[in-house]
């Protein structure tokens, strides 16, 4: 029983992929999967009916083992692009302030090395470089609500300017 089945799918297959060709009496090519006119003369072209690669969609696996390695592949992937995302973020915010405490302030003079300056203030919040000479910016934090900006020309400190902005 199961045999004459697998026949009859076979051969309905076979004849549903039958493509005709002719001419008809003004000229004009005509391609068609019906039987033309008796009338014609028609030439029954091949067609190359082998079945093509299977999809990605229908090699897929629908068992619940599948599924959930297909999920937790969709987890891992979101989770690295949140690591990513994450990374990108950090990378681009820029640290904190550190500020530059009176304490320290008041130990920077004029006249003295670059040296010296950095040995007391520590690294600055913003450094502008010019041509001729550098500029350390200190930010206000909570304890020292102050901008300061130290004027470093010719390696010596030159301007010390502390300004409180309200």
Same mark, same amino acid.
């Given at each position: 029983?199961?045999?004459?089945?697998?026949?009859?799918?076979?051969?309905?297959?076979?004849?549903?992929?039958?493509?005709?060709?002719?001419?008809?009496?003004?000229?004009?090519?005509?391609?068609?999967?019906?039987?033309?006119?008796?009338?014609?003369?028609?030439?029954?072209?091949?067609?190359?009916?082998?079945?093509?690669?299977?999809?990605?969609?229908?090699?897929?696996?629908?068992?619940?083992?599948?599924?959930?390695?297909?999920?937790?592949?969709?987890?891992?992937?979101?989770?690295?692009?949140?690591?990513?995302?994450?990374?990108?973020?950090?990378?681009?915010?820029?640290?904190?302030?550190?500020?530059?405490?009176?304490?320290?302030?008041?130990?920077?003079?004029?006249?003295?090395?670059?040296?010296?300056? =950095?040995? +007391? $203030? *520590?690294? #600055?919040?913003?450094?502008?470089?010019?041509?001729? @000479? &550098?500029?350390?910016?200190? =930010?206000? +934090? $909570? *304890?020292? #609500?102050?901008?300061?900006?130290?004027?470093?020309? @010719? &390696?010596?400190?030159?301007?010390?300017?502390?300004?409180?902005?309200?």
């Amino acid at each position: 029983m199961r045999l004459i089945a697998l026949l009859l799918a076979l051969f309905s297959a076979s004849a549903a992929a039958q493509v005709y060709r002719w001419v008809d009496k003004s000229g004009t090519v005509h391609y068609s999967n019906e039987q033309p006119p008796a009338d014609v003369k028609a030439t029954q072209l091949p067609i190359d009916a082998k079945a093509g690669p299977p999809s990605a969609d229908s090699q897929e696996c629908y068992s619940v083992r599948c599924q959930g390695e297909r999920m937790e592949e969709r987890i891992a992937r979101r989770d690295a692009a949140d690591a990513r995302a994450s990374a990108e973020r950090a990378a681009a915010t820029p640290p904190r302030p550190r500020g530059l405490e009176f304490r320290k302030y008041i130990s920077i003079q004029r006249g003295m090395s670059e040296g010296e300056f =950095l040995a +007391i $203030a *520590g690294a #600055p919040d913003v450094l502008f470089r010019d041509f001729t @000479s &550098r500029t350390y910016t200190y =930010l206000p +934090i $909570a *304890g020292d #609500p102050f901008t300061t900006s130290v004027t470093v020309v @010719s &390696r010596r400190v030159h301007e010390i300017e502390r300004v409180r902005k309200f």
